[in-house]
């Protein structure tokens, strides 16, 4: 009998009677291999230009290739093999194995479900991901169901096997991932959920994190329930496959299928790698009257037109400060008032994280808070063992000409804040060391290494549970005292689950969403007053109010102090 769509369809829910009939069928494995090339159309119709990459149509066969040699290894030749009689312990399985292997690859059809079309691109991640969890899951209870029909054993002796091998797969995927990069194990992971263009890193990185401990302990659990539970029979190898025939007529409807699926959304990809390459070439002008040739709906919703902000390659391409910006931009007639203005109501602000520093540095160190207006109006050059700098795209000129000017004084500078972050090695042009995302966990390290005359390049604070007792602390509200400064930041969170494309605090400086405690708040709001008199508060947040369980119940956290509190619901200052 041919592996037809009948086959095929009762095999994909484990009928004992279609896993035999493939198991015993040479056409199977070319079948398998056939659904696994349809695998790369599924996956890749709605994500990427067909013609951009062969690796659309191969990228799936080659992964499944290793994939499925290594649960053979695993479970045929290591866990199996113990109990095959001893004059068949030798035979070759391997293209039996992995014909059924292959002819899972259906499941996959899953993640053509175009996602992105109706939901916004996190959400559209998170649905990936659950895509993903129940493609692996159908995957293992299948692959386990093949092995109980064609041995003959018990379903959950079976699943403990594969259990074990699945287990010890994942494990070495993200191990490798660790060895070659992050990055490697990230596109595993999006290349497998159809993921390719999603920006959600940190989204990726937690799913990674959750996979690694969590097959450890798969792994470990099975082991042990296997052992308690030693199988002692003897098992048959699988058959041996004999003549058949593939149902080809089939086979080609199912492309035809899929070629028929993908004509819209190929269109779609083709305009986007014309835009693509347009600004790859710097051709901004031809870029400009193409997309006015086009509705935002002839481009895929998969994929962030160019420049992608979410590129590394788009902050590595910056002007080297603003100031140069915005004089050849002046040149031209544009003038960016608005991002002038800007700049001056982030002058009038104390800074946060400077606050946050002093308050993290090692209490046998003396700190002084000094704003670029008390430097030009002291009497004379304020001298300092070290000095931090922290600033946003919109001073960075005056930032860069301060620490120079303490530089060639002989004092040492430390830069921070959101655009040396994104640019630590143009940063290091005008500093002794770079210090990255948020000063907590590191800061006091930076401060012994100074002192001890080593300092390193560049340093990476904490991204991810900075509101924690190992890492909190009250900034240093003290210093403010006597000051002419009528408002005062507060942070209630840091980061944010959404992916707004102005946006680039939330996806560059942290990792998660971090709720302050209402506690803290509430404390540091206290302290402020201590020191300022009558202050209004703002909510340095990157979104105040996203986490509606902790807003509701305590709504504004300064209506019972007397205190005024500015907020918006999405921090503009985030965007410069």
């Known amino acids: 009998m041919p592996v037809n769509l009948w086959v095929i369809g009762r095999f994909m829910f484990g009928a004992a009677s279609a896993i035999r009939e493939v198991a015993s069928n040479r056409a199977a494995l ?15 119709y709605d994500q990427s230009y067909f013609l951009e990459t062969p690796m659309w149509l191969i990228g799936p066969l080659a992964f499944s290739f290793f ?3 290594f649960l053979y290894g695993i479970l045929i030749r290591g866990i199996a093999r113990r109990h095959f009689q001893d004059d068949r312990r030798n035979e070759k399985q391997w293209a039996t194995f992995m014909a059924a292997f292959w002819m899972t690859a259906p499941i996959a059809w ?18 990936n991901i659950a895509l993903l969890g129940i493609v692996s899951l159908w995957r293992v209870l299948l692959m386990s169901r093949i092995l109980a029909v064609l041995f003959e054993i018990h379903f959950l002796r079976a699943l403990g096997w594969v259990l074990v091998a699945a287990s010890l797969e994942v494990i070495v995927v993200v191990f490798l991932g660790t060895i070659f990069g ?17 920006p959600e890193e940190a989204l990726l990185s937690s799913v990674l994190g959750f996979a690694w401990a969590s097959s ?35 086979l080609v409807a199912l492309g035809l299928i899929w070629a028929v699926i993908a004509i819209r959304p190929q269109r779609e990809q083709c305009r986007f790698v014309t835009h693509a390459a347009l600004i790859d070439k710097a051709d901004y002008s031809e870029a400009l009257a193409y997309l006015a040739k086009h509705a935002q709906s002839d481009f895929p919703p998969g ?15 910056l002007p080297p400060t603003i100031g140069r910006l915005t004089s050849e931009l002046a040149a031209l007639g544009v003038t960016l008032p608005g991002f002038v203005r800007r700049g001056k109501v982030i002058a009038s602000l104390a800074s946060l994280g400077l606050l946050t520093v002093a308050a993290l540095t090692p209490l046998e160190h003396e700190v002084s808070y000094i ?38 004084r002989g004092t040492r500078v430390i830069m921070g804040g959101l655009h040396v972050s994104q640019l630590p090695h143009e940063a290091l042009a005008h500093a002794d060391a770079v210090l990255r995302f948020g000063a907590e966990g590191v800061w006091p390290r930076v401060v012994d290494n100074a002192e001890r005359g080593c300092l390193q390049p560049i340093y990476d604070g904490a991204t991810n549970q900075v509101f924690s007792p190992g890492l909190y602390t009250m900034p240093r509200f003290d210093l403010l005292a006597g000051r002419q400064y009528n408002r005062v930041t507060v942070q ?3 980061g944010c689950l959404r992916a707004c494309e102005f946006c680039a605090a939330s996806l560059r400086i942290t990792s998660q969403f971090n709720q302050k405690p209402i506690d803290l708040v509430l404390t540091e709001i206290r302290a402020a007053k201590r020191h300022v008199r009558r202050p209004y508060f703002e909510f340095a947040d990157d979104n105040t109010f996203l986490n509606h369980h902790w807003i509701r119940p305590h709504g504004n956290p300064g209506k019972h102090h007397d205190t005024a509190v500015l907020s918006t619901f999405c921090n503009p200052a985030a965007s410069v």
């Open 30 to 44: 070319w079948t398998g291999i056939v659904l696994v090339l349809l695998t790369g159309i599924a996956r890749n």
């Open 67 to 69: 994939s499925g040699s």
């Open 110 to 127: 899953l993640y053509a479900i175009p996602v992105e079309r109706f939901l916004d691109s996190y959400h559209a991640a998170q649905a």
């Open 182 to 198: 992050g990055s490697l194990s990230r596109s595993i992971l999006a290349g497998m959920a159809g993921m390719r263009n999603a």
């Open 216 to 250: 450890w302990a798969v792994l470990l659990v099975s082991i042990v329930l296997l052992a308690m539970r030693r199988f002692q029979g003897v098992i048959q190898p699988l058959p041996k496959s004999s003549c058949g025939k593939a149902s080809w007529f089939s």
């Open 303 to 317: 994929r962030r037109l160019e420049p992608n902000p979410y590129e590394y390659r788009v902050w590595q391409d």
């Open 371 to 408: 704003e670029v207006a008390d430097i030009h109006s002291a009497p004379a050059f304020p001298a300092f063992d070290l000095v931090g700098i922290s600033s946003m795209t919109a001073q960075i000129s005056e930032a860069y000409a301060v620490a120079d000017l303490f530089r060639s």
């Open 492 to 494: 209630t969170s840091r």
